[in-house]
């Protein structure tokens, strides 16, 4: 796989805008979800839960470029630079599944 400006038609980007809208509907579904499940915890909890959004998102984004980070010391770390309080145990909130992107593209939940 080439980088994108290995590609010949770098920097100019076609693309159609139809196979796209699918995965921005879901995109969108999801990202509501979130926030409404957010509105309704408390401040730890909400804490929790974007931890593990940023998280969820920090390795699968890694695993792009076939490096694999473990969720534990990627999650020390993002407490560490925004200040957040040390926690043990994952948020387990129903009907939430943290997978990303987080609102369910390309899996079957």
């Known amino acids: 796989m080439n980088w994108n ?3 010949p038609d770098w920097p100019n980007f076609t693309w159609d805008a139809g196979r ?3 995965a921005e509907e879901l995109f969108l579904l999801g990202s509501g979800s979130f926030l409404g499940t957010a509105r309704h915890l408390g401040s730890g909890e ?3 839960l974007t931890l593990e959004a940023i998280s969820s998102e ?3 984004t890694s695993e792009i470029e076939r ?3 473990d969720r534990a010391s990627v999650q020390a770390s993002i407490r560490k630079q925004l200040g ?3 926690v043990s145990g994952a948020l387990d909130v129903p009907g939430v599944h943290f997978e990303a992107p987080y609102c369910g593209i390309g899996s079957n939940r």
Do not use: S
């Open 5 to 7: 400006w290995q590609q």
């Open 20 to 22: 796209l809208r699918r």
């Open 46 to 48: 909400r804490e929790q």
């Open 58 to 60: 920090a390795i699968t």
């Open 84 to 86: 957040l309080a040390t």
């Open 67 to 69: 490096e694999i980070l």
